[in-house]
Protein backbone atom coordinates (compact mmCIF):
# COMPACT_ATOMS: atom_id res chain seq x y z
CA UNK A 1 0.00 0.00 0.00
CA UNK A 2 1.51 3.65 -0.89
CA UNK A 3 0.22 5.07 2.18
CA UNK A 4 0.26 4.17 5.67
CA UNK A 5 -1.10 5.29 9.03
CA UNK A 6 -0.48 8.61 10.19
CA UNK A 7 0.81 9.69 6.39
CA UNK A 8 -0.78 13.31 5.73
CA UNK A 9 -2.32 13.39 2.39
CA UNK A 10 -4.50 15.83 -0.21
CA UNK A 11 -7.81 14.65 -0.09
CA UNK A 12 -11.19 16.29 -2.11
CA UNK A 13 -13.18 16.80 1.32
CA UNK A 14 -16.66 16.61 1.26
CA UNK A 15 -18.49 19.60 2.65
CA UNK A 16 -20.97 17.98 5.75
CA UNK A 17 -24.07 18.51 3.07
CA UNK A 18 -22.09 16.40 0.44
CA UNK A 19 -22.89 19.61 -2.30
CA UNK A 20 -19.33 20.09 -2.76
CA UNK A 21 -15.53 19.31 -2.11
CA UNK A 22 -12.50 21.25 -0.94
CA UNK A 23 -8.74 19.73 -1.22
CA UNK A 24 -8.01 19.72 2.44
CA UNK A 25 -5.25 17.78 4.14
CA UNK A 26 -6.22 14.29 5.89
CA UNK A 27 -4.51 11.85 8.26
CA UNK A 28 -4.61 7.91 7.25
CA UNK A 29 -6.21 6.66 9.96
CA UNK A 30 -6.57 2.99 8.59
CA UNK A 31 -4.05 0.43 9.69
CA UNK A 32 -2.03 -2.27 7.62
CA UNK A 33 -4.35 -5.07 8.83
CA UNK A 34 -7.30 -2.99 7.10
CA UNK A 35 -5.08 -2.34 3.91
CA UNK A 36 -4.92 -6.73 4.08
CA UNK A 37 -8.75 -6.52 3.77
CA UNK A 38 -10.09 -3.54 2.08
CA UNK A 39 -8.70 -1.10 -0.40
CA UNK A 40 -9.89 1.76 0.62
CA UNK A 41 -7.92 4.17 2.89
CA UNK A 42 -9.67 5.66 6.29
CA UNK A 43 -9.19 8.99 6.35
CA UNK A 44 -9.60 11.41 9.05
CA UNK A 45 -10.14 15.65 8.40
CA UNK A 46 -7.55 18.03 9.97
CA UNK A 47 -8.43 21.62 10.56
CA UNK A 48 -6.40 24.42 12.20
CA UNK A 49 -9.33 25.28 13.80
CA UNK A 50 -7.80 24.06 17.26
CA UNK A 51 -9.63 26.91 19.32
CA UNK A 52 -12.69 24.65 18.07
CA UNK A 53 -11.84 21.57 19.57
CA UNK A 54 -13.91 19.43 21.91
CA UNK A 55 -11.30 17.81 24.15
CA UNK A 56 -14.03 15.17 25.24
CA UNK A 57 -14.25 13.89 22.11
CA UNK A 58 -11.99 15.54 19.12
CA UNK A 59 -7.88 14.94 19.09
CA UNK A 60 -5.35 17.83 19.15
CA UNK A 61 -2.54 16.35 17.65
CA UNK A 62 1.01 18.52 16.61
CA UNK A 63 1.46 17.44 12.93
CA UNK A 64 4.54 17.71 11.12
CA UNK A 65 3.55 17.97 7.37
CA UNK A 66 5.25 17.28 4.26
CA UNK A 67 7.68 19.56 2.94
CA UNK A 68 4.83 20.30 -0.25
CA UNK A 69 2.01 20.50 2.56
CA UNK A 70 2.62 23.67 4.66
CA UNK A 71 6.24 23.91 3.95
CA UNK A 72 6.96 21.18 6.28
CA UNK A 73 5.99 22.92 9.10
CA UNK A 74 4.81 21.22 12.32
CA UNK A 75 1.68 22.84 13.86
CA UNK A 76 -1.06 21.91 16.18
CA UNK A 77 -4.55 20.41 14.12
CA UNK A 78 -7.42 19.25 15.49
CA UNK A 79 -8.79 15.79 13.74
CA UNK A 80 -12.52 16.41 14.54
CA UNK A 81 -15.07 13.15 15.44
CA UNK A 82 -17.75 12.38 12.82
CA UNK A 83 -15.52 13.92 10.18
CA UNK A 84 -14.12 10.34 8.81
CA UNK A 85 -14.19 8.85 5.51
CA UNK A 86 -13.65 6.15 2.95
CA UNK A 87 -11.67 6.93 -0.30
CA UNK A 88 -10.02 5.06 -2.61
CA UNK A 89 -5.93 5.63 -2.51
CA UNK A 90 -5.98 7.05 -6.35
CA UNK A 91 -8.06 10.11 -4.57
CA UNK A 92 -5.61 10.79 -2.14
CA UNK A 93 -2.41 13.05 -3.18
CA UNK A 94 0.86 12.95 -1.18
CA UNK A 95 3.18 15.24 -3.01
CA UNK A 96 6.15 14.53 -0.82
CA UNK A 97 6.15 10.82 -1.99
CA UNK A 98 5.80 9.89 1.07
CA UNK A 99 5.83 10.01 5.17
Known amino acids: MEFQRGDVV ?9 SAAKTRPAVVISSELYHLLRQELLLAYVSSQVSQANPAI ?6 TYPLS ?11 PTGLEIASPPS ?3 NDAGGR
Open 58 to 63: DHVLVI
Open 91 to 93: AAR
Open 69 to 79: LRGGNSRRSNL
Open 10 to 18: LIPFPYTDF
